[in-house]
Protein backbone atom coordinates (compact mmCIF):
# COMPACT_ATOMS: atom_id res chain seq x y z
CA UNK A 1 0.00 0.00 0.00
CA UNK A 2 2.77 2.25 0.77
CA UNK A 3 4.26 2.08 -2.90
CA UNK A 4 0.68 3.05 -4.13
CA UNK A 5 0.36 5.79 -1.96
CA UNK A 6 4.32 7.50 -2.69
CA UNK A 7 3.23 7.55 -6.36
CA UNK A 8 -0.41 9.13 -5.23
CA UNK A 9 1.36 11.66 -3.28
CA UNK A 10 4.35 11.88 -5.84
CA UNK A 11 1.65 12.53 -8.83
CA UNK A 12 -0.14 15.13 -6.64
CA UNK A 13 2.52 17.47 -5.89
CA UNK A 14 4.26 17.08 -9.25
CA UNK A 15 0.84 18.22 -10.87
CA UNK A 16 0.13 21.15 -7.95
CA UNK A 17 2.17 23.84 -9.55
CA UNK A 18 -0.11 23.62 -12.31
CA UNK A 19 -2.99 25.63 -10.70
CA UNK A 20 -1.08 28.99 -10.92
CA UNK A 21 0.38 30.64 -13.50
CA UNK A 22 4.13 29.50 -14.28
CA UNK A 23 7.17 31.64 -15.61
CA UNK A 24 10.08 29.51 -15.94
CA UNK A 25 12.93 30.62 -18.61
CA UNK A 26 14.58 27.55 -19.55
CA UNK A 27 10.97 25.60 -19.97
CA UNK A 28 9.69 28.46 -21.87
CA UNK A 29 12.76 28.53 -24.25
CA UNK A 30 12.53 24.82 -24.64
CA UNK A 31 9.03 25.06 -25.56
CA UNK A 32 9.38 27.45 -28.13
CA UNK A 33 12.22 25.11 -29.55
CA UNK A 34 10.14 22.49 -29.63
CA UNK A 35 7.60 24.40 -31.33
CA UNK A 36 10.28 25.22 -33.79
CA UNK A 37 11.00 21.51 -34.33
CA UNK A 38 7.30 20.31 -34.56
CA UNK A 39 6.40 22.83 -37.24
CA UNK A 40 9.53 22.41 -39.61
CA UNK A 41 10.13 18.32 -38.74
CA UNK A 42 13.73 19.15 -38.56
CA UNK A 43 14.66 16.89 -35.51
CA UNK A 44 18.20 18.05 -35.41
CA UNK A 45 17.81 21.45 -35.79
CA UNK A 46 16.33 23.65 -32.75
CA UNK A 47 16.22 26.63 -34.69
CA UNK A 48 16.34 30.10 -33.70
CA UNK A 49 15.88 31.30 -29.69
CA UNK A 50 13.89 34.16 -29.15
CA UNK A 51 15.34 37.08 -30.37
CA UNK A 52 18.46 36.00 -31.62
CA UNK A 53 19.63 35.32 -35.16
CA UNK A 54 21.87 32.60 -34.55
CA UNK A 55 20.39 28.81 -33.92
CA UNK A 56 20.34 27.17 -30.57
CA UNK A 57 23.49 25.31 -29.41
CA UNK A 58 23.70 25.24 -25.84
CA UNK A 59 22.18 21.48 -25.66
CA UNK A 60 22.08 18.72 -28.20
CA UNK A 61 18.80 18.32 -29.62
CA UNK A 62 17.84 15.24 -28.48
CA UNK A 63 16.64 16.19 -25.21
CA UNK A 64 13.49 17.80 -27.12
CA UNK A 65 12.43 15.51 -29.18
CA UNK A 66 10.14 14.10 -26.47
CA UNK A 67 8.85 17.50 -26.24
CA UNK A 68 8.51 18.03 -30.32
CA UNK A 69 7.06 14.62 -30.18
CA UNK A 70 4.77 15.57 -27.80
CA UNK A 71 3.36 19.09 -29.57
CA UNK A 72 3.14 17.29 -33.12
CA UNK A 73 0.86 14.48 -31.24
CA UNK A 74 -1.49 16.58 -28.95
CA UNK A 75 -0.41 20.15 -28.90
CA UNK A 76 1.82 22.56 -26.39
CA UNK A 77 -0.56 21.50 -23.72
CA UNK A 78 0.88 17.93 -23.33
CA UNK A 79 4.14 19.35 -22.59
CA UNK A 80 3.74 19.55 -18.85
CA UNK A 81 2.51 16.01 -18.96
CA UNK A 82 5.43 14.79 -20.47
CA UNK A 83 7.68 16.00 -17.89
CA UNK A 84 5.74 15.03 -15.07
CA UNK A 85 5.54 11.72 -17.14
CA UNK A 86 9.64 11.82 -16.47
CA UNK A 87 9.66 12.85 -13.47
CA UNK A 88 6.69 10.06 -11.88
CA UNK A 89 9.27 7.16 -13.56
CA UNK A 90 12.17 8.30 -12.11
CA UNK A 91 10.18 8.07 -8.74
CA UNK A 92 8.99 4.56 -9.97
CA UNK A 93 12.29 3.42 -10.61
CA UNK A 94 13.18 3.77 -6.89
CA UNK A 95 10.08 1.97 -5.73
CA UNK A 96 11.54 -0.98 -7.54
CA UNK A 97 14.79 -0.61 -7.18
CA UNK A 98 15.67 -1.16 -3.88
CA UNK A 99 14.04 -3.73 -1.57
CA UNK A 100 11.25 -3.46 0.77
CA UNK A 101 10.62 -0.30 2.60
CA UNK A 102 13.95 1.05 1.36
CA UNK A 103 12.33 1.53 -1.93
CA UNK A 104 9.17 3.24 -0.58
CA UNK A 105 11.27 5.35 1.88
CA UNK A 106 13.74 6.33 -1.05
CA UNK A 107 11.04 7.33 -3.33
CA UNK A 108 9.20 8.99 -0.86
CA UNK A 109 12.05 11.22 0.06
CA UNK A 110 12.69 12.39 -3.64
CA UNK A 111 9.11 12.56 -3.90
CA UNK A 112 8.83 15.51 -0.81
CA UNK A 113 11.61 17.15 -2.60
CA UNK A 114 10.83 20.84 -3.26
CA UNK A 115 13.07 21.25 -5.95
CA UNK A 116 12.58 18.14 -7.57
CA UNK A 117 8.24 18.38 -7.68
CA UNK A 118 8.78 22.32 -7.67
CA UNK A 119 9.93 21.97 -11.43
CA UNK A 120 9.55 18.21 -12.31
CA UNK A 121 6.60 19.30 -14.60
CA UNK A 122 8.17 21.73 -16.35
CA UNK A 123 8.75 20.86 -20.13
CA UNK A 124 12.88 21.39 -19.21
CA UNK A 125 15.27 19.16 -20.10
CA UNK A 126 16.06 18.08 -16.40
CA UNK A 127 12.80 15.51 -16.00
CA UNK A 128 14.41 13.31 -18.70
CA UNK A 129 18.08 13.47 -17.77
CA UNK A 130 17.02 12.49 -14.30
CA UNK A 131 14.88 9.71 -15.34
CA UNK A 132 17.75 8.36 -17.63
CA UNK A 133 20.79 9.11 -15.00
CA UNK A 134 18.74 7.20 -12.43
CA UNK A 135 18.65 4.09 -14.55
CA UNK A 136 21.65 3.97 -15.29
CA UNK A 137 22.98 4.52 -11.55
CA UNK A 138 20.13 1.84 -10.90
CA UNK A 139 21.23 -0.90 -13.29
CA UNK A 140 24.89 -0.80 -11.56
CA UNK A 141 23.91 -0.33 -8.13
CA UNK A 142 22.32 -4.01 -7.70
CA UNK A 143 24.15 -7.59 -6.75
CA UNK A 144 24.60 -8.16 -10.16
CA UNK A 145 25.77 -5.40 -12.45
CA UNK A 146 24.56 -4.97 -15.85
CA UNK A 147 26.65 -2.77 -17.71
CA UNK A 148 25.47 -2.60 -20.73
CA UNK A 149 22.15 -1.85 -20.15
CA UNK A 150 23.55 0.79 -17.83
CA UNK A 151 26.00 2.61 -20.67
CA UNK A 152 22.90 2.65 -22.98
CA UNK A 153 20.98 4.81 -20.36
CA UNK A 154 23.97 6.89 -19.96
CA UNK A 155 24.26 7.47 -23.90
CA UNK A 156 20.83 8.56 -23.96
CA UNK A 157 21.16 11.23 -20.83
CA UNK A 158 24.72 12.45 -22.24
CA UNK A 159 22.65 13.20 -25.36
CA UNK A 160 20.49 15.27 -23.37
CA UNK A 161 22.72 16.77 -21.40
CA UNK A 162 26.55 15.96 -21.79
CA UNK A 163 28.84 15.25 -18.90
CA UNK A 164 26.42 15.20 -16.45
CA UNK A 165 24.73 12.16 -18.24
CA UNK A 166 27.41 10.25 -17.61
CA UNK A 167 28.58 10.96 -13.51
CA UNK A 168 25.90 8.93 -11.77
CA UNK A 169 26.89 5.50 -13.63
CA UNK A 170 30.61 7.29 -13.31
CA UNK A 171 30.41 7.29 -9.74
CA UNK A 172 28.49 4.11 -9.16
CA UNK A 173 31.18 2.17 -10.61
CA UNK A 174 34.18 4.24 -9.18
CA UNK A 175 32.59 3.16 -5.57
CA UNK A 176 31.85 -0.27 -6.46
CA UNK A 177 35.47 -0.76 -7.43
CA UNK A 178 36.82 0.50 -3.96
CA UNK A 179 34.01 -1.56 -1.76
CA UNK A 180 35.29 -4.29 -3.99
CA UNK A 181 38.67 -3.89 -4.14
CA UNK A 182 38.51 -5.17 -8.05
CA UNK A 183 40.40 -3.38 -10.98
CA UNK A 184 38.05 -5.59 -13.68
CA UNK A 185 35.02 -3.58 -11.99
CA UNK A 186 36.90 -0.49 -12.61
CA UNK A 187 37.33 -1.42 -15.79
CA UNK A 188 34.44 -2.61 -16.89
CA UNK A 189 32.50 1.05 -15.40
CA UNK A 190 35.15 3.07 -17.34
CA UNK A 191 34.61 1.16 -20.45
CA UNK A 192 30.90 1.36 -19.89
CA UNK A 193 31.51 4.86 -18.91
CA UNK A 194 33.39 6.21 -22.06
CA UNK A 195 30.90 4.38 -24.62
CA UNK A 196 28.00 6.11 -23.26
CA UNK A 197 30.03 9.14 -23.87
CA UNK A 198 30.18 8.14 -27.88
CA UNK A 199 26.94 8.52 -29.64
CA UNK A 200 26.96 12.66 -28.12
CA UNK A 201 30.77 12.99 -28.96
CA UNK A 202 29.95 11.73 -32.53
CA UNK A 203 26.98 14.08 -33.36
CA UNK A 204 28.98 16.96 -32.19
CA UNK A 205 31.94 16.08 -34.44
CA UNK A 206 29.89 15.17 -36.91
CA UNK A 207 27.44 17.75 -36.98
CA UNK A 208 27.83 20.71 -38.98
CA UNK A 209 30.68 23.10 -37.43
CA UNK A 210 28.38 25.47 -35.52
CA UNK A 211 27.54 22.62 -32.96
CA UNK A 212 31.54 22.42 -32.07
CA UNK A 213 31.71 26.07 -31.54
CA UNK A 214 28.15 26.47 -29.70
CA UNK A 215 27.79 23.39 -27.90
CA UNK A 216 31.34 21.87 -27.35
CA UNK A 217 33.39 25.24 -26.81
CA UNK A 218 30.62 27.99 -25.89
CA UNK A 219 28.81 25.90 -23.61
CA UNK A 220 31.24 22.56 -22.24
CA UNK A 221 34.52 24.25 -22.33
CA UNK A 222 33.31 27.87 -20.97
CA UNK A 223 31.91 26.28 -17.94
CA UNK A 224 34.61 23.57 -17.00
CA UNK A 225 36.91 26.88 -17.65
CA UNK A 226 34.84 29.26 -15.60
CA UNK A 227 34.34 31.31 -19.37
CA UNK A 228 30.72 31.20 -18.24
CA UNK A 229 29.87 32.87 -14.88
CA UNK A 230 25.82 32.42 -15.28
CA UNK A 231 25.41 30.69 -11.65
CA UNK A 232 28.18 30.29 -9.33
CA UNK A 233 32.17 29.68 -9.52
CA UNK A 234 32.64 29.49 -6.01
CA UNK A 235 34.13 25.91 -5.64
CA UNK A 236 31.78 24.80 -2.71
CA UNK A 237 28.64 25.79 -5.32
CA UNK A 238 27.24 22.33 -5.60
CA UNK A 239 27.62 21.40 -1.77
CA UNK A 240 26.02 24.22 -1.49
CA UNK A 241 23.27 24.10 -3.90
CA UNK A 242 22.63 20.69 -2.73
CA UNK A 243 22.68 21.65 1.23
CA UNK A 244 19.87 24.49 0.30
CA UNK A 245 17.68 22.43 -1.68
CA UNK A 246 17.80 18.33 -0.99
CA UNK A 247 15.43 18.88 2.12
CA UNK A 248 13.73 17.37 3.89
CA UNK A 249 16.43 14.54 2.99
CA UNK A 250 19.58 15.81 3.94
CA UNK A 251 20.12 14.77 7.46
CA UNK A 252 18.75 11.62 6.32
CA UNK A 253 21.27 11.16 4.19
CA UNK A 254 23.53 11.90 6.31
CA UNK A 255 22.62 9.60 8.95
CA UNK A 256 22.50 6.80 6.52
CA UNK A 257 26.19 7.46 5.35
CA UNK A 258 27.31 6.76 8.92
CA UNK A 259 26.09 3.16 8.67
CA UNK A 260 28.91 0.53 7.24
CA UNK A 261 26.15 -0.95 5.81
CA UNK A 262 25.41 2.37 2.72
CA UNK A 263 29.20 2.37 2.61
CA UNK A 264 29.20 1.71 -1.31
CA UNK A 265 25.77 4.09 -1.73
CA UNK A 266 27.89 6.90 0.51
CA UNK A 267 30.73 6.81 -1.46
CA UNK A 268 28.84 6.69 -4.77
CA UNK A 269 27.48 10.21 -3.35
CA UNK A 270 30.74 11.31 -2.08
CA UNK A 271 31.93 10.86 -5.58
CA UNK A 272 29.02 12.24 -7.43
CA UNK A 273 28.91 15.26 -5.61
CA UNK A 274 33.10 15.80 -5.99
CA UNK A 275 32.27 15.32 -9.97
CA UNK A 276 29.35 18.11 -9.64
CA UNK A 277 32.11 20.05 -8.26
CA UNK A 278 34.66 20.20 -10.74
CA UNK A 279 33.13 22.33 -13.44
CA UNK A 280 34.69 25.68 -12.85
CA UNK A 281 30.62 27.27 -13.55
CA UNK A 282 27.71 25.37 -10.64
CA UNK A 283 24.51 25.79 -11.61
CA UNK A 284 21.65 24.52 -8.94
CA UNK A 285 20.03 22.27 -11.99
CA UNK A 286 23.09 20.61 -12.43
CA UNK A 287 22.77 19.10 -9.21
CA UNK A 288 19.39 17.29 -9.91
CA UNK A 289 21.17 14.11 -11.24
CA UNK A 290 22.03 13.62 -7.59
CA UNK A 291 18.82 13.79 -5.65
CA UNK A 292 17.56 10.09 -6.59
CA UNK A 293 21.14 8.70 -5.30
CA UNK A 294 20.43 10.96 -2.37
CA UNK A 295 17.29 9.83 -1.72
CA UNK A 296 18.23 5.75 -1.96
CA UNK A 297 20.88 6.52 1.02
CA UNK A 298 18.47 8.56 2.77
CA UNK A 299 15.48 5.92 2.49
CA UNK A 300 17.93 3.50 3.43
CA UNK A 301 17.82 4.92 6.86
CA UNK A 302 14.28 5.57 7.05
CA UNK A 303 12.86 2.16 6.12
CA UNK A 304 13.03 1.13 9.09
CA UNK A 305 10.42 3.77 10.28
CA UNK A 306 8.26 3.46 7.49
CA UNK A 307 7.33 -0.19 8.87
CA UNK A 308 7.13 0.75 12.04
CA UNK A 309 4.29 3.31 11.12
CA UNK A 310 2.92 2.66 7.81
CA UNK A 311 -0.01 4.94 7.87
CA UNK A 312 2.42 7.96 7.68
CA UNK A 313 2.78 7.93 3.75
CA UNK A 314 -0.91 7.16 3.09
CA UNK A 315 -1.91 10.12 5.12
CA UNK A 316 0.76 12.35 3.30
CA UNK A 317 -0.15 11.38 0.14
CA UNK A 318 -4.03 12.21 1.35
CA UNK A 319 -2.82 15.31 2.30
CA UNK A 320 -0.70 15.79 -0.95
CA UNK A 321 -4.21 15.15 -3.37
CA UNK A 322 -6.40 17.29 -1.15
CA UNK A 323 -3.75 20.57 -1.61
CA UNK A 324 -2.91 19.86 -5.21
CA UNK A 325 -6.91 19.53 -5.85
CA UNK A 326 -7.82 22.71 -4.08
CA UNK A 327 -4.74 25.14 -6.18
CA UNK A 328 -2.57 25.59 -3.38
CA UNK A 329 0.34 24.49 -5.58
CA UNK A 330 0.12 28.39 -7.05
CA UNK A 331 1.53 29.70 -3.58
CA UNK A 332 4.76 28.24 -4.41
CA UNK A 333 5.22 29.90 -7.53
CA UNK A 334 6.27 33.55 -8.30
CA UNK A 335 4.29 36.60 -9.11
CA UNK A 336 2.86 35.86 -13.04
CA UNK A 337 4.66 38.25 -15.11
CA UNK A 338 2.83 41.29 -16.66
CA UNK A 339 2.10 40.18 -20.09
CA UNK A 340 -0.40 37.33 -18.51
CA UNK A 341 -1.63 39.84 -16.10
CA UNK A 342 -2.08 43.74 -16.46
CA UNK A 343 -0.65 44.13 -19.96
CA UNK A 344 -2.60 40.64 -21.40
CA UNK A 345 -5.36 43.16 -23.13
CA UNK A 346 -2.53 45.61 -25.01
CA UNK A 347 -0.96 42.93 -26.36
CA UNK A 348 -0.50 43.00 -29.96
CA UNK A 349 -1.79 39.63 -32.33
CA UNK A 350 0.81 36.80 -32.73
CA UNK A 351 3.70 37.28 -34.47
CA UNK A 352 3.86 40.54 -33.80
CA UNK A 353 7.25 41.81 -33.12
CA UNK A 354 7.44 43.62 -29.61
CA UNK A 355 10.49 45.60 -28.40
CA UNK A 356 11.78 44.28 -24.64
CA UNK A 357 13.82 46.49 -23.01
CA UNK A 358 16.12 46.10 -20.24
CA UNK A 359 18.92 46.08 -19.14
CA UNK A 360 20.42 43.36 -18.19
CA UNK A 361 18.63 41.58 -20.75
CA UNK A 362 15.28 39.92 -18.98
CA UNK A 363 15.05 36.99 -20.90
CA UNK A 364 12.09 35.70 -18.48
CA UNK A 365 9.90 38.54 -20.10
CA UNK A 366 11.62 38.17 -23.50
CA UNK A 367 11.18 34.21 -23.34
CA UNK A 368 8.01 34.33 -21.62
CA UNK A 369 6.63 36.66 -24.44
CA UNK A 370 7.72 34.02 -27.15
CA UNK A 371 5.95 30.85 -25.45
CA UNK A 372 2.72 32.35 -24.58
CA UNK A 373 1.16 34.78 -26.20
CA UNK A 374 3.48 33.88 -29.83
CA UNK A 375 4.82 36.88 -30.35
CA UNK A 376 7.96 38.09 -31.76
CA UNK A 377 9.93 39.60 -28.81
CA UNK A 378 13.12 41.98 -29.94
CA UNK A 379 15.67 42.54 -27.13
CA UNK A 380 17.13 46.07 -27.03
CA UNK A 381 19.32 47.87 -23.58
CA UNK A 382 17.46 51.20 -24.96
CA UNK A 383 14.57 52.29 -25.78
CA UNK A 384 15.76 53.76 -29.37
CA UNK A 385 17.39 50.69 -30.27
CA UNK A 386 14.56 49.49 -31.92
CA UNK A 387 15.45 47.92 -35.37
CA UNK A 388 13.08 49.72 -37.18
CA UNK A 389 9.98 51.84 -37.05
CA UNK A 390 7.88 48.59 -38.03
CA UNK A 391 8.52 47.75 -34.48
CA UNK A 392 5.04 49.59 -33.43
CA UNK A 393 5.34 48.26 -29.63
CA UNK A 394 7.20 48.19 -26.96
CA UNK A 395 7.84 46.49 -22.90
CA UNK A 396 9.74 48.89 -21.32
CA UNK A 397 11.99 48.46 -17.68
CA UNK A 398 10.31 51.71 -15.88
CA UNK A 399 13.51 53.30 -15.50
CA UNK A 400 14.62 52.85 -18.93
CA UNK A 401 11.41 54.76 -20.58
CA UNK A 402 11.26 58.17 -21.62
CA UNK A 403 8.59 59.82 -23.75
CA UNK A 404 9.62 60.24 -27.18
CA UNK A 405 8.43 58.59 -30.73
CA UNK A 406 6.56 55.50 -28.23
CA UNK A 407 3.95 56.47 -26.23
CA UNK A 408 2.87 54.97 -22.91
CA UNK A 409 -0.53 52.94 -22.79
CA UNK A 410 0.29 50.97 -19.64
CA UNK A 411 2.82 50.54 -16.70
CA UNK A 412 2.29 48.03 -13.70
CA UNK A 413 5.03 46.78 -11.70
CA UNK A 414 7.95 48.18 -12.77
CA UNK A 415 7.30 47.97 -16.64
CA UNK A 416 5.75 50.59 -19.14
CA UNK A 417 3.66 48.65 -22.10
CA UNK A 418 4.16 51.74 -24.57
CA UNK A 419 3.01 52.02 -29.18
CA UNK A 420 4.11 54.20 -31.51
Same mark, same amino acid.
Given at each position: MNRAAVLVLAGALLAAPWAGHIDDTDAQLYQVLARNMAATHRWLEPGLPP??? !?????????????? @? #? /??? %? +??ERALPWIAAAFSLLTVAALLVAAPGASGA?????????????????????????????TLSFLLVQGSRPRWAAAGAMAALAALIKGPFGLL????????????? !?????????????? @? #? /??? %? +?????LAEPSWREGYLHGQLLASASGARTEGTTAWWGALAGVAGRFWPGLPFALLAATQRRNRMLAIACGLLLLGLSLPARKVWNHQLVAYPVLALLAGAWLAPFLERWPRVVPALAGIAAIASALGLGARLLRPPCVASQEFAALLPPP?????????????RTLVG???????????????????????RFALVAEPLFHPGSFREVGRARGWVFAVR
Open positions: SSA !RPFREHLPFGLWPY @A #A /AVR %A +AGAAALVLATTETFFLYGGRSRLDPPLVFFTPLASMAAARAICE !RSWSTLARGAAATL @A #A /ALP %A +ALFVFGTQVLVVSAPTDWLAAEQRLAPVKASALDDAPAPSV
